[in-house]
């Protein structure tokens, strides 16, 4: 199990994947105290006011996980996440390109913290076949997470299938956030690595990042709760 000294509370992040500001809200008023750290990705960023969204959140003292996977040359993406350190934004991420990783971590300032994306959890070893990677999934996973250590970036996002190899490989000091969680019976919609709440935590992922089994929930809040039960048991002492 993970052995930071994060409140337990603070390690679900809700995924606010939603085609509005307004619908977006809603869901934050809707779980109330249930939930305190949300990740908005590039869905909102579309919408408009996103950085109103940022400051709306924290102000009502929520963190916020700027999700936007930031890749384009070096220099630019310096100057994208340098300008988003100045924001209150907790964490954000790149994509697991050496030269871009380096660059995400000269520009992140003292407080903002950088993720690597090792291989999204809606891609299986077919699919980086298809898309002309020689390497295995696990072998490309763990080179990204090292190149992304290496670089000075704070941790990666990865899947819970492989958070216990990183563990292994990268030692207990670098942040695993883990996608692609799904409560025990919920559908896995467009991901192919899932997991559940146990089994992130398990193998090792310091916070899980849940949105559809939340969101499409009849009751979000009791949906929120119970995986806030999960984890509180799982932390306890």
């Known amino acids: ?15 606010l994947d939603l085609p ?13 105290g249930t939930a305190t750290f ?27 996980f700027a999700d936007l996977k930031f890749y384009d040359i070096p220099a630019t993406v310096e100057r994208a996440v340098r300008a988003l350190s100045r924001t209150p934004v907790t964490f954000a991420t790149v994509h697991g390109d050496p030269a871009i990783m380096a660059a995400a ?4 300032g003292a407080t903002l913290k950088i993720l690597a994306v090792t291989v ?16 295995d999934l696990e072998t490309l996973v763990r080179r990204r997470a090292r190149q992304a250590v290496d670089a000075g970036l704070d941790g990666v996002i990865a899947s ?11 030692g207990d000091d670098p942040l695993i ?10 559908p896995a919609g467009d991901q192919k690595r899932v997991v559940t709440v146990e089994e992130a935590f398990a193998n090792g992922a310091d916070y899980i990042v ?28």
């Open 1 to 15: 199990m993970p052995c930071k000294p994060i409140p337990p509370q603070d390690r679900l992040i809700v995924a």
């Open 20 to 32: 509005d500001h307004a619908q977006a809200r809603e869901l934050v008023e809707r779980l109330g």
């Open 38 to 64: 949300y990740k908005i990705g590039l869905e909102l960023f579309m919408a408009g006011d996103y950085f109103a969204l940022i400051d709306w959140l924290t102000a009502r003292g929520k963190k916020v």
């Open 105 to 108: 971590a000269r520009g992140k």
């Open 120 to 135: 999204l959890t809606s891609l299986d070893e077919a699919a980086l076949k298809a898309m002309g990677y020689a390497s």
């Open 160 to 170: 819970g299938r492989e958070a216990q190899l990183l563990r292994r490989e990268l």
């Open 177 to 186: 956030v883990t996608p692609g969680v799904r409560p025990q019976g919920s």
């Open 210 to 237: 849940v949105g559809r089994p939340i969101r499409d929930a009849h009751d979000p809040k009791a949906a929120a709760e119970a995986i806030q039960q999960q984890i509180a048991t799982l932390f306890q002492n």
